[in-house]
């Protein structure tokens, strides 16, 4: 048996942004706006506000959240949820601000803190408060997915929590919102969607539905990825890459992530590199040590993004693949550890608690080749100062 989760409307297309008043207005009375200062700076929380005054909505705000949210941001907005008597959440803006709505959407509902549901340890047993979640960036894919990833800031962990309660009731897709990343997010983010499909589509989690959006996100997110980059402004290629990262996320939500994400938190939560940028760093090494375990679907996902390789085996299929997204992070310019700035030294102090904290996600269970402690401390090390320009060589 199968089953596919996402939010009960999914609204999308350019200029989709206006429906957020109508929107809220049909779940709630006063809305709690969660958002950044970046999204503040440039005027799309004030865009927010305006569309809830049209319809007449009353609402308060929390624009605290930082590039990667923790705990901390949690309890300060659902402070602010709960002496303003919010009854809907609207969440503006990257990855960050809608994980830290959901958190704040199922907390103001149930009992205790965040980190006791890490790992089903506890079911949100109470009815959320109706989140409507728009994405600012074409990555994470939160907006439809059933996943928040909080740090905790006692323990530096990223905690990733699973569970139904954490869907967005509604997601307003508006690629247009997207025109204002810089080149280093649209890349990033970018490389992050396509972590999210290429690992939907190769995790031991994945079915016939799953592999269907995966594969459509990878196939424009390669096509397009390059030109959001190259030229903002080119709206096509937003408007591609912001429904190929919305494909992405319900792909992945629904088959699961496997060990680049596993790996990725860690690094987020100790050295604060963003998501998509760790992910980013993870992609091609990871890639090389799953190939093996994984020629046949990655032979797939090479064909489609690569006609002619129709010709070849699966393993040089596979083999082309690679070397593909090896290219891709060079020609979006994507850092690895060492050029990113993360020191050499705090590096190896912290590395097999990385690996254990990778291990305990999850995650890595969900990769072809599932990795023991020993193989995962090795990968972060082969990561560490990546070469894109290297050719892989077949094992």
């Not at 200029?15 to 809305?31: I, Y």
């Not at 994405?135 to 530096?156: C, H, L, Y």
């Not at 869907?167 to 897709?173: E, G, M, S, T």
């Not at 590395?351 to 090795?378: C, R």
Request: with cysteine; proline share 6%; hydrophobic share 45%.
């Amino acid at each position: 048996m199968y089953e596919l989760l996402v939010p009960s409307r999914v609204v999308y297309g350019r200029n989709t942004f206006a429906e957020v008043g109508p929107q809220a207005k049909a779940l709630g009375t006063k809305a709690l706006i969660v958002s950044d200062p970046v999204m503040e700076k440039i005027g799309l929380v004030a865009r927010c506000e305006q569309y809830l005054q049209q319809v007449g909505m009353t609402f308060a705000k929390y624009t605290g959240v930082d590039t990667e949210p923790t705990d901390v941001h949690v309890k300060e907005a659902l402070d602010v949820c709960r002496s303003e008597q919010c009854d809907v959440i609207i969440a503006l803006g990257g990855g960050s601000s809608i994980d830290a709505a959901k958190a704040v959407a199922v907390m103001i509902t149930n009992e205790g803190t965040i980190s006791d549901y890490v790992g089903n340890q506890k079911r949100f047993t109470e009815k959320p408060l109706p989140l409507i979640a728009i994405p600012t960036t074409a990555g994470t894919g939160s907006e439809v997915t059933k996943v928040t990833v909080i740090i905790d800031t006692k323990t530096d962990v990223k905690m990733m929590i699973s569970q139904p309660a954490l869907l967005p009731a509604v997601a307003i897709v508006d690629p247009l919102l997207t025109v204002s990343c810089p080149p280093s997010v649209t890349a990033a983010t970018g490389v992050d969607a396509l972590c999210h499909a290429i690992e939907a589509y190769i995790s031991r989690r994945a079915h016939p539905v799953t592999d269907v959006l995966a594969l459509s996100a990878i196939e424009a997110i390669i096509g397009h990825l390059r030109r959001a980059y190259e030229n903002g402004q080119d709206i096509e290629a937003r408007e591609k890459m912001a429904i190929a990262a919305m494909k992405a996320g319900m792909a992945f939500s629904n088959a699961s992530v496997t060990l680049v994400h596993g790996m990725s938190r860690p690094i987020g939560a100790l050295f604060h590199v963003p998501h998509g940028v760790s992910n980013a760093m993870l992609l091609p090494g990871v890639l090389e040590f799953t190939k093996d375990s994984a020629i046949e679907r990655l032979a797939v996902i090479a064909r489609i993004i690569k006609p002619p390789l129709k010709d070849v085996s699966d393993t040089e299929a596979a083999e082309a693949l690679v070397e593909e997204v090896k290219q891709l992070c060079r020609d979006l310019h994507i850092p690895n550890m060492k050029t990113w700035g993360i020191d050499k030294t705090a590096f190896d102090k912290v590395v097999d608690k990385m690996a254990a904290d990778a291990l305990a996600s999850g995650s890595p269970a969900n990769n072809p080749k599932v990795p023991t402690h020993e193989e995962i401390v090795a990968l972060y090390h082969y990561c560490y100062d990546y070469q894109y320009d290297t050719k892989t060589v077949s094992s």
